[in-house]
């Protein structure tokens, strides 16, 4: 039998910020976030479930990230945080709605 | 102005030194005993008074040097915690604050929005060349359970 295989890996980055994102930290995830983008990464999982706090500069920058990874056909999806609050502070906001959100990572990653 | 045993702290106007208003107000509501959700009444409050700093830092002194002054205390009847900040940066314009379209993305917009969600009150007056922010959050609980 003559068979074509072609392999697609996907990258698929997960990222888990372990400290506080706000004002002052949230560009550094930015550049990160950035640089992964700029090497090709058009999947990400980011893995809230080990961050402490997160502010709505750091939610900027998710937002940043979800829009260059859709332009570029791509998606990024967020485990919840661990905390309550950090939680219903994504439903206030509506984040939930705009991120598909999982539980957990392989969950997250399995949706991509 | 408060009336009862208050916590005052000055910081710098850049956003290095935001999360020490937060550790703060933390460290101030674990001395309230018998607070209901205590951890979500924490993180909310920082959220909301770590907002307000960040465009004071942001939008008031947008770049130039200058300090934020609070003044924090957990008054009794009702039972509240009430922080007053005050700056000397450019006066805020309530004619800017736009509430986000909650079904769209957006990157900005937030800050506001989650201070007033998240506490019970956020008022702004300016007062002798100084702007002021007044936050208030109700507290409940059972204070006598402690």
């Known amino acids: ?112 | 102005m408060l009336t009862e045993p208050e916590v005052r702290l000055v910081i710098p106007a850049t956003h290095r030194y935001l999360n020490l208003v937060g550790a703060v107000v933390a460290e101030l509501l674990a001395r309230e005993e018998g607070l209901a959700e205590p951890q979500i009444v924490s993180y909310n409050v920082q959220l909301a008074l770590q907002e307000i700093c960040a465009n004071i830092v942001d939008h008031a002194y947008a770049g130039c040097s200058g300090q934020i002054e609070m003044v924090m205390a957990a008054l009794q009847t009702p039972w509240r915690l009430v922080i007053d900040l005050s700056d000397t940066g450019r006066p805020f314009n309530p004619e800017t604050e736009v509430m986000p379209d909650l079904d769209e993305v957006h990157e900005g917009g937030y800050g506001l929005f989650l201070a007033r969600a998240l506490l019970d009150e956020v008022s702004y007056r300016v007062h002798a060349g100084r702007n002021h922010w007044h936050l208030v959050k109700q507290l409940e609980g059972d204070r006598n359970a402690a």
């Not at chain 1, 090497?39 to 809230?48: P, R, W």
């Not at chain 1, 609050?85 to 206030?92: G, K, Q």
């Not at chain 1, 959100?101 to 990653?109: G, K, L, R």
């Open chain 1, 1 to 112: 039998m003559q068979l074509e295989l072609t392999e697609h890996i996907v990258r698929i980055a997960v990222v888990r910020p372990l400290e506080r994102v706000d004002a002052f930290t949230a560009p550094q995830l930015r550049e990160r976030l950035d640089a992964l983008s700029g090497e090709g990464t058009k999947y990400f999982v980011i893995d809230l479930s080990a961050t402490p706090f997160m502010d709505s500069a750091g939610m900027a920058a998710l937002v940043s990230l979800l829009k260059r990874a859709r332009q570029a056909g791509g998606e990024v999806v967020l485990v919840w945080p661990t905390d309550e609050a950090a939680r219903r502070v994504l439903h206030l906001t509506k984040f939930d709605r705009v991120f598909p959100m999982f539980d957990d990572v392989q969950s997250a990653v399995n949706h991509l």
